[in-house]
Nanobody, 125 residues
Framework: QVQLVESGGGWVQPGGSLRLSCKAS????????IGWFRQAPGKEREGVSC????????YYEDSVKGRFAISRDNSKNTVYLQMNSLKPEDTAIYFC??????????????????WGQGTQVTVSS
């Protein structure tokens, strides 16, 4: 089994930056990719970004392209989400999740096998 722990959330003013971390433990060799999701109050969980473990291919949801950057440090079993130019609509709980088999449907929560507990990101003035 894979265990995931997020960190790095907090409060930031619009236009500010935050870097989230997702540390994996357990059966990390089973991980094909790690994705970041977010869920705002009253809304469904949505995919934000994803990175593959092997070749580091990256994927982004349209609303965060050019503002967010996902990266990985395989030696630390950690994936990062650098979030710049944050907007109030980015406010949500952010989750990381891992998947074992790639279907291409990285935006779908049901594609993932393990989830972290989430970290709150609040963007407001």
């Amino acid at each position: 089994q894979v265990q995931l722990v997020e960190s790095g959330g907090g409060w930031v003013q619009p236009g500010g930056s935050l870097r989230l971390s997702c540390k994996a433990s357990g059966s990390t060799l089973d991980i094909y990719a790690i994705g970041w999701f977010r869920q705002a109050p009253g809304k469904e969980r949505e995919g934000v970004s994803c990175i593959t473990s092997s070749d580091g291919s990256t994927y982004y949801e349209d609303s965060v392209k050019g503002r967010f950057a996902i990266s990985r440090d395989n030696s630390k079993n950690t994936v990062y989400l650098q979030m710049n130019s944050l907007k109030p609509e980015d406010t949500a709980i952010y989750f990381c999740a891992s998947l074992k088999e790639w279907s291409g449907a990285w935006l779908l929560p049901e594609s993932y096998d393990a989830w972290g507990q989430g970290t709150q990101v609040t963007v407001s003035s």
